[in-house]
């Protein structure tokens, strides 16, 4: 007969797993989204390299969901991550009930880590965390599982698989090692000398093959190198790329010297899972008093998770930006798995567990709908819109200098399909990377006399391309290179399609173009930046000139303003 904690386990899982897909799919992306949802579209659809550490096992995953179905590649990789963060949820579930011994608090921790910031945005786009939450719990469970039997070499072996498999996705795993390494204790206490060898080697060899996937990044490397971000050709750039080295290992991303979002992190979710935050002092003090492996593992995940909060450089100190958002609901899963376990090892009565684990769940369950709201990728088309506008008024030839996640993935992606392959897209953010200069002389002949090794390599490539008759266009939040000035102008974009000289090109400048709005100049230069500008109809292209050739064009900025387009466009001669 099935034991009925299973099958209850079992049903519970499902009915989350239903519930979350519920939710996530209808808001799930049909087009270019912030951060690297675009990117990660790109990979799967040229089988290409994905910036560090690679993450092949989901560049496989998602490369296989894309070739099953290629209509809308978008639509695609953003149910991928709807099916893995379901999933994740409810293994959360399983492995929080069966922790507690207890469905009521297990339903409780789920509705904690859904309504938390991020968590609902990781599952409608492409996004690497939902997968790295899946290995995540499967990983928990398996060494929850072991710690209450005797490990087998075959336990072993799956223990050492999934922990490979867990680190060819995300590094982030190390953080979860004090559970295999307290598993892999106790069988080395229980284990004779005789049988300690094959124990450990069954434990290595299946890590190792679990790992195996970081050997095709040199093929997938090879196989798009236009398209790569990164260069990995032998093992020590494999090695390099998995350890992040161009990035910094605690740093977002290259271009991130800031300080910790920890406070940030903190008020998240202590708005919505209040028992995370209790979770530090409760899993320490259940640590201490019963000195459990399992408590004692859980304890330390809390403390690396919280250690690594703390040492992240997201560039955002005291807030969440876009990015540093997509860590909290990894954050949050150790403080969650610890606090629920510490709970019902400290209040032994169930009735008042539930009762105190429901009141605690309370400020998720009203969180839930700006979650959803927040979540919603569907109605979310700032990036489209940035990228057609850039599509529709770039120039043949245009050399666009992008500096924002918002844009740079979305033409790479564009480039890779040819849509524009005129058109010459140069990531700022990138220009700091050997591979990446010598890729852009490789691809552009007007680039190849240039020095490579510059300390400041974008204000030569826009001289060089001025030179070579080419238009020049910045994205939102490039910073205009030394001796340029970078100038607003998404409303009279009609000159990029005239065929002027650059005097002309200048003096319609000075005419129309002299001040940025102060609405836009005070835009934040992450997630918000292209939303802002589309509200304010001061979508990009924006324009280069050089420095002493930008005069005021006051009246015709105030007309627009006003909702005078065709004053504006009279006042800078635009006919």
Sequence with gaps: MPDPSKVRDALGALIVMVVVLALAVPRTALGPQAGDSSELVLVALKGTLAHP???????????????????????????????????????????????????????????????????????????????????????????????????????????????????????????WAPLPLVVLWRAARAATPATVPRLAGSFVVALVVGLSPYLLLPMRFAHAPFFAFGHVEDLGDVLAHALRQDYGTLALNANVRGASAWSAYTLALLRTAPLACLAVVLALVVAAGRRASAHVALAALVLLHVAFAVALKTGAPGALDFHALRFLPSIALPLLLAGVAALSALVPRRRFARLLALTLALPSALALPAALAEADARHDTADAELVTALDARAPLGAVVLDGLDETSFALALEDALGKRPDRVHVVVGQLDAWWARERLRARWPFLRGLDVDAPSWLEPVARAALADGRRVLAAPGVRAPEGFTVVAFGPFAEWLADPVSDHERVERARAACAAIPPSVARIDPARTAAIALRDQAWLAPLLLVPDGQRAAFAAAVERFDAGDQEGARAACGVR
């Design 53 to 175: 550490p690679g993450y092949p096992l989901f560049s496989l995953l998602l490369e296989g969901a894309v070739a099953l179905s290629p209509a809308n590649p978008f639509l695609t990789c953003a149910l991928v991550s709807a099916a893995l963060q379901a999933l994740a949820a409810a293994l959360l579930f399983v492995v929080a009930s069966r922790s507690a011994r207890d469905p009521v608090l297990g339903a409780s921790v789920v509705l904690m880590w859904l309504a938390a910031p991020g968590t609902l945005v990781d599952a409608t786009m492409a996004e690497v965390f939902a997968l790295h939450h899946v290995v995540a719990l499967v990983l928990t469970g398996l060494c929850l599982y072991m710690l209450e039997h005797a490990p087998s070499a075959r336990a072993l072996a799956a223990l050492g698989l999934v922990c490979g498999l867990a680190g060819a996705h995300h590094p982030m795993i190390v953080l």
